[in-house]
């Protein structure tokens, strides 16, 4: 029996997708066998970032609505043999296609399967944001060093705090520039945990690879020498219960980064 | 019949007017008939003269409302007599709980997010922050143990003595009864100083230091008001 993780934010645009594309490839490259579902429904993107969309045959309002088995409508990731899939949204629909209690069916026939099956939500709190969270134990919420994003981190986090079957939520830092924190003109780390008081899973520097690696379809992890590479498997060991320190954010201890990407590097 | 040894209604004259001491043992009706008579009787001394207030002793009686009223018009009607107040020993269930509610210190162990609202009737004493967005109301005053960043209503029901008190205060907006204030559109350096805010002589909320509140709000020291 798997677990179901959540992955949300209220804001749209802060890295929802890329970080479930991202934990899911990272957590199937550590041998776990993941899934990943895709609830926005009408706005699909995991399975563009994930370079599956020539694939999709089967969507998840086609599951829910009986008209396929969930199994025909997994698309299997090949770099990954039998380690990760995904459970694309439907596009021609939107979001009232899909009703709480059947992506909680779903989730929970996906979790016999699976080790990890990760949810992403769309941007929002209504019916999207709802069926994404039905199904799941843990939830991870994603947000940037803006003022804005952290309101609406906030917000969810008070949501998802009255999910009785989800547990405490954990946070990722998406988008960090330590230049901009540095000299203030951005939120830090500290003051976004103390604010929010969840547990910070992770933080991930501004990579422009992140956004070159999406258009190709390819996951950033895949790549071992990005710095977001780093960070997202760091989350992933983390989410297996491993304690993995944070990462420097600053560019200046090359020293420190280097010894860090090398000791990476090497596994 | 009527063979009382003790009347109903006893009249006691003080500097502040008159005292009737109503007896609680016999019915209503009865109680009534005789206050009639007797105020009856007297009606006629100095009726010219300033207007007498009365006050009720009821003991253990219980008046509904309309009972209530009824007393009121019948010792009205004798023209100088006015009905100051009605002293009783008891009180409904109802009463009770609203009065508890409205006098109790309720503790809250939460963090109150964005989008999220906590009313309290009593006095409020919250265990954790109120972020951006979140709002808490108290009947009373407001305690907060953590940092105020969003918006305190405290004596929503009309009490201009209400306080609220923060260890951290930065609000983004500040009630108290119907006075409002918003927080300075520059940024202000973040004290760490426990502050409280309550509406002074020119019916403006103030945010000061905490120590003040001894002086401003004496009720506060001690014991619980009633």
Known sequence: MGEAIVITSGKGGVGKTTTTANLGTALALLGKRVCLVDTDIGLRNL?????????????????????????KAL??????????YLLPAAQTSDKTAVTPEQMKLLVGELKQDYDYVLIDCPAGIEQGYKNAVAGADQAIVV????????????????????EEHVKRPR?????????????????DIDEIVMHLSIDLLGIIADDENVIKASNNGEPIVLDPTSKASIAYRNIARRILGESVPLQQLEDEQKGVFSKLKKFFGVR | MKKQKQPYVTMKGTKDGLTLHLDDTCSYEDLIAELDEKLTINENEDSDGPLVSVHLKIGNRYLTPKQEEELRALIRAKKNLVVESIDSNVMTKEEALKWKQKTEIVSVAKIVRSGQVLHVHGDLLLIGDVNPGGTVIAGGNIFILGALRGIAHAGCY??????????IMKPTQLRISDVMNRAPDYKTEERNEMECAYIDDTGQIVVDRLQLLTHLRPNLRGERRL
């Not at chain 1, 698309?75 to 990760?84: E, G, I, N, S, W």
């Not at chain 1, 946070?171 to 520039?177: A, F, S």
């Open chain 1, 171 to 187: 946070l990722v830092i998406n988008r960090i520039r330590s230049h901009m924190v540095k000299s203030g003109d951005m939120l």
């Open chain 2, 158 to 167: 009309g009490n201009k003595e209400a306080v609220i008190a923060a260890s």
């Open chain 1, 47 to 71: 399975d563009v970032v994930m370079g599956l969309e020539n694939r999709i045959i089967y969507d998840l309002v086609d599951v829910a609505e009986g008209r396929c088995t969930v199994q």
């Open chain 1, 75 to 84: 698309v299997k990731d090949k770099r990954f043999d039998d380690k990760l």
């Open chain 1, 143 to 162: 947000t940037t060093p803006e003022v804005s994003a952290v309101r609406d981190a906030d917000r969810i986090i008070g949501l998802l705090e009255k």
